[in-house]
Structures are given as structure tokens and as C-alpha cells.
């Protein structure tokens, strides 16, 4: 249980362009999913928190216009890079928590998507 | 959230257990500690977590202090496949709200 999906695995695309990111709770109801983005050797940084149904929270310095969040079901969550540039390339992870005990206290993660952005 | 210190990197022979300490000394009475590791190029693997008592599960058993000021994340029989960077997390549970802070974490090897 507690499977956490992400497509694409991996993305390429041209500068300017927008690449739109899906996290999936495959076999529980996420309440909340989260959206990371670790840079090579680097840690995971925390981009933003989505709840089903309303708008996300942005950590200081995460620019809401460019990176789009939306939770529109307690299954998917989806992050849109909006005129995407060089120094976005990153491999962006997304995490979800749902409603049950075990749920409620974990967050589960997905395998990741790393972008290229040339 | 309360902050820990990890050991940059750590190496373990295959088949031995490997002990990974953590310290949090500010850890307040309400914050989990939690570890989960990420191997090369994958999201993160949840482990295990803990509040005050020792918790042992399938992948590895969790040690923490009656102080609560540290804690030692132990894999029983060390694999190759246990290499990776291995991440202790306190945690406040808020409201909606279960924000993990990751640190650099441990490198861990595991040599045949």
C-alpha cells in the first residue's frame, strides 16, 4: 500500500515552454501532497503544499505564477512550470499524506521527475 | 521544526548492522523523529518513525533516547541495496499541515 505515482519520469523540453508534472496516490485518498525539487548533491527543498480543493501554500521564495499547483481530486495533483528556463532542470519529487491512522502521520513519496530544460 | 545533526557519510560492511546515529537536541515533546532514505536518482523511502518509544518494523528498528535528544536508526543486516542517503526528520503533526525539513543526511555504503 501507499503507492505514490509521478509522470513523466522524465522530461525534456525547450525554454519558454511549459511542462505540466502529475503525482498520483494510487491506492489511498491524499488529503495533502506536497511538491519538492532537490538540485544535483543537493537536499529536498519543500516548493509548496496542496490540499484537495483549495489553493496551494508556497514556501518563501517559490514563485506561484511559474510553478502552478493544482489538486483538483484526493487522487492527483498536478505542477505546471510555466515558461520554463535553463535553471529550472531539476528532478522534481512529489509526496502525499492521506486521511487513515498510518496515512495521516507519513508522507509517502514518488520515484521523481527529472526536467531538462535546454 | 527542531533541527538534527547527522554524520556526513558512514560505511558498513554487507551483512553487518549498520547503526546510524542522529542528534536533536531541541526536539520538543510533541515532534516525531522519522527517517527516510533516498537512493541515487528516487524519491524517498519512508523507513520508520518513532515519539518516545523504540519501533521496529520490517526494514529496520529505531532507537531513541530517554532524553529524546538523539536517536539511532539500526539496519540489521546491511545489503548492497542499503546504500543511499539517509535522512532523520523531527516533525511537528499540525493541523493539515506535515511539513518535512530534510537535512543533508548520511551517505551510507555498504562494501561487499
Known amino acids: 500500500g501507499a503507492v505514490v505515482s509521478q509522470h513523466p519520469s522524465r522530461v525534456i523540453c525547450k525554454s519558454g515552454t511549459s511542462v505540466k508534472i502529475e503525482c498520483r496516490s494510487l491506492d489511498f485518498q491524499a488529503t495533502t501532497m506536497f511538491w519538492y525539487r532537490q538540485f544535483p548533491k543537493q537536499s529536498l527543498m519543500l516548493m509548496a503544499t496542496s490540499n484537495e480543493g483549495s489553493k496551494a501554500t508556497y514556501e518563501q521564495g517559490v514563485e506561484k505564477d511559474k510553478f502552478l499547483i493544482n489538486h483538483a481530486s484526493l487522487t492527483l495533483s498536478t505542477l505546471t512550470v510555466t515558461s520554463a528556463h535553463p535553471e529550472d532542470s531539476s528532478f522534481y519529487i512529489c509526496s502525499a499524506t492521506g486521511l487513515a491512522p498510518l496515512m495521516w502521520e507519513t508522507q509517502y513519496f514518488g520515484p521523481g521527475t527529472r526536467l531538462l530544460v535546454l | 521544526d527542531a533541527k538534527t545533526t547527522q554524520p556526513t557519510s558512514m560505511d558498513c560492511a554487507e551483512g553487518r548492522a549498520a547503526n546510524l546515529p542522529c542528534n536533536h537536541s531541541?526536539?520538543?515533546?510533541?515532534?516525531?523523529v522519522y527517517w527516510y532514505r533516498q537512493i541515487h536518482s528516487q524519491g524517498p523511502q519512508y523507513i520508520i518513525h518513532?515519539?518516545?518509544n523504540n519501533e521496529t518494523n520490517e526494514m529496520a528498528s529505531l532507537i531513541i533516547t530517554e532524553d529524546r535528544k538523539s536517536s539511532t536508526l539500526i539496519l540489521p543486516h546491511a545489503t548492497l541495496r542499503d546504500t543511499a542517503v539517509y535522512y532523520c526528520i523531527v516533525r511537528v503533526a499540525l493541523q493539515g499541515a506535515q511539513k518535512l525539513v530534510f537535512g543533508q543526511g548520511t551517505r551510507l555504503t555498504i562494501n561487499p
Open positions: 531541541t526536539i520538543s515533546g510533541n515532534e516525531y
Open positions: 518513532g515519539l518516545k
